[in-house]
């Protein structure tokens, strides 16, 4: 049964950047998109981009061009993203499956504080 | 810019039928996913490919996409129904686009 965990809640300075990791398992992980969606508190979902974890290819929405990074690690099936941003978000990954996302990670909570 | 819009909320009482809607950005050309996120938990996938069901979702949930309006459809609601429901489809640059979301009370 397909499965991302990510990493834990992390508190950080305005105008410094945060890398958020997503670890697949139960599936071949370079078989399938990894998506990547923000969520402010109270409001709804927005996507932010996607990485090919076979082949390293990205693509961000333009809201994020820029400021995100998204990389991986085959050796460990692990789909990271790098942010440099001022909002408090939730950040979610997601596997891409034929237009959907499923699963989903549980979320990783980004707080913005000076 | 492009916009899917469903209402920001439905309420139901246990037992009844809950229908939530989702268009204003050609939902009926495209195919549209479903997702539910209850409080402090990651969305889960609910109705896949306008109608169809994952593993694991009960049957009460249903969707259908027809004209330019989607429709989840959950019957035989129960409290653990409450949440927030998204809607999603792909739009003309290949990205994938969310509705604003309905939170669904159950009375």
């Known amino acids: 049964q397909a499965h991302l965990v990510q990493s834990v809640a992390e508190v950080k300075k305005p105008g410094a950047s945060v890398k958020v990791s997503c670890k697949a398992s139960g599936y071949t992980f370079t078989g399938y998109y990894v998506h990547w969606v923000r969520q402010a508190p109270g409001q709804g979902l927005e996507w932010m981009g996607w990485i090919n974890p076979d082949s390293g290819e990205t693509n961000s929405a333009p809201n994020f061009q820029g400021r995100v990074t998204m990389t991986r690690d085959t050796s460990i099936s692990t789909a990271f993203m790098e942010l440099t941003s001022d909002d408090t978000a939730v950040y979610y990954c997601?596997?891409?499956?034929?237009?959907?996302?499923?699963?989903w990670g549980q979320g990783t909570l980004v707080t913005v504080s000076s | 810019s492009s916009v899917l819009t469903q209402p920001p909320s439905v309420s139901v009482a246990p037992g009844k039928t809950a229908r939530m809607t989702c268009g204003g950005y050609?939902?009926?050309?495209?195919?549209v996913n479903w997702y539910q996120q209850r409080p402090g938990q990651a969305p889960v996938l609910v109705v896949s490919?306008?109608?169809g069901r994952p593993s694991g979702i009960p049957e009460r949930f249903s969707g259908s996409n027809s004209g330019s309006t989607a429709t989840l459809t959950i019957t035989r609601v129960e409290a653990g129904d409450e949440a927030d429901y998204y809607c999603q489809v792909w739009d003309t640059s290949s990205d994938p686009l969310f509705g604003g979301g309905t939170k669904l009370t159950v009375l």
């Open positions: 050609s939902t009926g050309k495209n195919s």
């Open positions: 490919d306008d109608s």
């Open positions: 997601a596997r891409g499956i034929n237009g959907w996302f499923d699963p």
